[in-house]
């Protein structure tokens, strides 16, 4: 009955418009009152809700979002671009190619898909229809490459992954999502070629070895936050929550340095900082009750039960698991999914002897296919905007591309060498 209540009145409230972070909530305290009286289960929602976000490892998200969002700002996507274009814009599709690589560079450093949309987008969508690219292709493409910037750290979302999942090392999750996130960016790129052959399409000229010199020089700098952030946590220098501070200051001076922020700027860049985070925290502690009355319900393991029961070839079970992701992904935003949905899976993950190292890597991969899958993409929804196009329109070039990160999700699933050879390599995991 708990559960029939919670799930009604979440979906409900979700229908009617209602923030995901408050039907959470209010679900919760609807199915808790069930079982308890109505102060008691406002007590216990508050309780859950403060030790949810009482964790060092969550300190990191705000200085990480604060560091994206000054890497926005900056300039930095223009240079990521130009230096992308000198170095393949030359191949047969090229920039097709310098978009890919572009949203997969600036995802990474700022840490934000709608952050890497936005600014890539602005630039590669223009430049891709000059030389005669379909714009909706150019749009798909930008929606698409931009999730890879999820699985390269730094991610706020493998950080989230790492407190719901109750203890996975955060640097070990930061390297594991490195080649996955390449795979899926070397998928695009795959689709990418077969449709510029398919349309004959050539690339630019090549700009010389002095000019590809100097495009690599002005990206540098952006491009040495990721060395920065990942060789001091693996050389041991700072922790991961340390190194979003240092991601900050670094972000902070390049952008003064290169001219494109002022000092004018900052208020609203931090107001807009701080009013993304109080969003993200709101999400993680409702989140964090509702899990909590999960486990108090016994729901894991009913659903572990089930799911066990269905078949008892971990193959098919981890498909069926990746299936109900994909749905997920689609109406709902990654936090939330993550936080709901990982006290729920993983130990059914654990039960088929997959780590949950190798679990979190893939549900991030599974979800990032969300934002960009209609009808509550939120990245598709920008792309649109910048491209000053249509969803209907570029459901057909969105079609091969989400073949191309379904065929790397299966990769990643059913290969755990793909999440687990770097950090084992390394000594971050076991």
Not at 22 to 49: H, K
Not at 404 to 418: G, Q
Request: with cysteine; charged share 5%; aromatic share 8%.
């Amino acid at each position: 009955m708990v559960e029939l209540i919670l799930i009604s009145v979440f979906f409900v409230l979700l229908f009617m418009g209602v923030p995901v972070a408050f039907a959470i909530g209010l679900a919760t305290i609807a199915a808790l009152c069930l079982s308890i009286n109505e102060i008691a289960a406002l007590t216990t929602v508050a309780q859950r809700m403060a030790g949810g976000i009482n964790s060092f490892a969550l300190l990191a998200i705000p200085l990480f979002i604060l560091s994206g969002q000054l890497m926005s700002s900056g300039g930095i996507a223009q240079r990521l671009v130009h230096f992308a274009r000198c170095l393949i814009g030359m191949l047969p599709g090229g920039l097709a190619f310098v978009n890919v690589v572009s949203c997969t560079l600036f995802g990474s450093i700022s840490g934000s898909a709608v952050a890497a949309t936005s600014s890539v987008g602005g630039v590669m969508v223009p430049a891709m229809e000059e030389e005669h690219y379909p714009r909706e292709f150019s749009a798909a493409l930008t929606a698409t490459a931009a999730t890879t910037g999820l699985l390269i750290p730094p991610s706020n979302i493998l950080i989230v992954y790492a407190v719901a999942s109750g203890g996975v090392s955060v640097a070990a999750l930061f390297v594991a999502g490195y080649l996955p996130g390449l795979l899926v960016a070397l998928a695009l790129m795959g689709v990418c070629a077969v449709y510029a052959r398919r349309r004959g399409l050539t690339g630019t000229a090549f700009v010389g070895f002095a000019e590809l010199l100097r495009s690599f020089i002005a990206a540098a700098p952006s491009l040495l936050l990721l060395v920065i952030i990942i060789g001091g946590i693996l050389a041991g220098v700072f922790t991961a929550t340390e190194a979003g501070a240092i991601a900050v200051l670094y972000a902070l001076a390049l952008s003064l340095f290169y001219g494109e922020t002022t000092l004018s700027d900052l208020p609203p860049i931090f107001l807009k900082a701080t009013s993304t985070t109080a969003i993200v925290m709101l999400l993680i502690g409702t989140s964090m009750a509702m899990s909590w009355l999960f486990a108090f319900e016994g729901i894991p393991g009913q659903v572990a039960d089930l799911l066990l029961n269905l078949s008892d070839n971990p193959l098919v079970i981890l498909l069926l698991i990746n299936l109900i992701l994909l749905l997920v992904g689609a109406f709902m935003d990654m936090t939330p999914a993550v936080l709901i949905f990982t006290p729920i899976f993983l130990p059914v993950a654990v039960q088929l002897d997959m780590s949950p190292l190798h679990f979190g890597i893939m549900m991030v991969l599974n979800l990032s296919i969300g934002l960009c899958t209609p009808p509550v993409g939120s990245v598709l929804f920008v792309s649109c905007a910048v491209a000053k196009t249509k969803i209907e329109a570029m459901i057909r070039p969105l079609l091969p591309m989400y073949l191309a990160m379904m065929a790397a999700l299966l990769l990643v699933t059913y290969v755990p060498a793909m999440s687990e050879a770097l950090p084992i390599a390394l000594g971050l995991y076991e």
